[in-house]
Each structure stands twice: as C-alpha cells, then as structure tokens.
T-cell receptor, first 115, second 108 residues
C-alpha cells in the first residue's frame, strides 16, 4: 500500500526555534506538497515540488522554506517559528503528469504548537 | 483561474436521511476529487471522477460529475453516524484546487 509518512504527529516548539517537518513517500511520486490547515481557512498550499531540487511557492510561503534533496523526501522548514505558525501541517504526494487519475496521497499530518 | 466552491459548509442531519453536498467550479477541470477528513486526522481519498457523467458509489456515498454544468455532487443515502466528517472536493488545474470543505454532523 502506498504511503506518505510524516515524522511527527505532534510537535511543540518555542518561538524563534528552527523547526523541520519531514515527509517521506515510498511511491516514487514526482510531486510533493506541503499544506497547512486551520479552522475555517481550509487547506492552504505553502510550497510544492515537482522534482528533486525544484520548488515552487504556493499561496502562503512567507516564513517557510523547503528542501527536496531526494525524490522521496520533502522537508518543510520554519526558519524562526512564531505563534501564528501553530497549525496542522499536511504533506501530500502525487504522480506526474497532471491531471492525475489518482489525486493526492496525504500523510497523517503534524500538529505543530509554537509557544 | 480555477476556483472551487462547496455548499453547504456545515450540515447537521439526522440518521436515516438523505442529503447532497454540492461542488461548483469556475473553469474547466479535467478531474474532480472527493476526500474525507475525520477530526484531527488527515485526508482520505474517496472518489476520483474522470469524465463527464461519471458516477461512483461506495456504500452510502455516491459522487457524480457534470462537466458542462461544472458541478459535482456527493450524495449521502440513509445517513449513519459514522459518516460524520468533513468532506472536501477538489478540481485539477496543474495542482489540486480545494473547496473549503463541508462539515457533516449526523445525529443518532
């Protein structure tokens, strides 16, 4: 069964810390995505990547960066965590080309709290 | 630019009743997707609708796509409490464009 694995389900970090959220997929998917989800705001795309070392900004990239050194791994980095980055973070992956017959496969999510 | 609108955003219903969630989209989308999210959990794929007139069914849920009307529906038949969740639709325009989600509460 295909899988997207996020390294942490729950994370608590202090303001100003550098935070790494890791996502690994075992499906050989080209596309990978990072979303954040907040009550009443739905899913908002932070960054996505369509190939190794390639990245594209989504709708809300400010305060975040990403790294994709290997096809299977896509990392989200909060350079200096702030309380307004407290959220549920969802990683997803999909095949190319788009549109895809299968949609996205999501990881289980990381609930990040910044105190 | 593709925009996806769901309605209603919130729905509370009794077990045993039927209801429909609507998903309208603004421009051409070759595919339409439905996902389910349980509280505190991630998103799970329900249906992928690939062409005009497509209909898919799984248990008490049935999804359909009318590309001419730019409308997809998710119909719930004889609702049961276990179907309580938030349901998202998404259109495909190089990347998935998401609706805001419909929070469905089914009361016993």
């Amino acid at each position: 069964d295909v899988k997207v694995t996020q390294s942490s389900r729950y994370l608590v970090k202090r303001t100003g810390e550098k935070v790494f959220l890791e996502c690994v997929q075992d499906m050989d998917h080209e596309n990978m995505f990072w979303y954040r989800q907040d009550p009443g705001l739905g899913l908002r795309l932070i960054y996505f990547s369509y190939d190794v070392k390639m990245k594209e900004k989504g709708d809300i990239p400010e305060g975040y960066s990403v790294s994709r050194e290997k096809k299977e791994r896509f990392s989200l980095i909060l350079e200096s965590a702030s309380t307004n980055q407290t959220s549920m973070y969802l990683c997803a992956s999909s095949l190319l080309p788009t549109p895809t017959d299968y949609g996205y496969t999501f990881g289980s999510g990381t609930r990040l709290t910044v105190v | 630019e593709l925009k996806v609108e769901q309605n209603p955003l919130f729905l509370s219903m009794q077990e045993g009743k039927n209801y429909t969630i609507y998903c309208n989209y603004s421009t051409t989308s070759d595919r339409l997707y439905w996902y389910r999210q349980d509280p505190g959990k991630s998103l799970e794929s329900l249906f992928v609708l690939l062409s005009n007139g497509a209909v898919k069914q799984e248990g008490r849920l049935m999804a359909s796509l009318d590309t001419k009307a730019r409308l997809s529906t998710l119909h719930i038949t004889a609702a049961v409490h276990d179907l309580s969740a938030t349901y998202f639709c998404a259109g495909d325009n190089y990347q998935l464009i998401w609706g805001a989600g419909t929070k469905l509460i089914i009361k016993p």
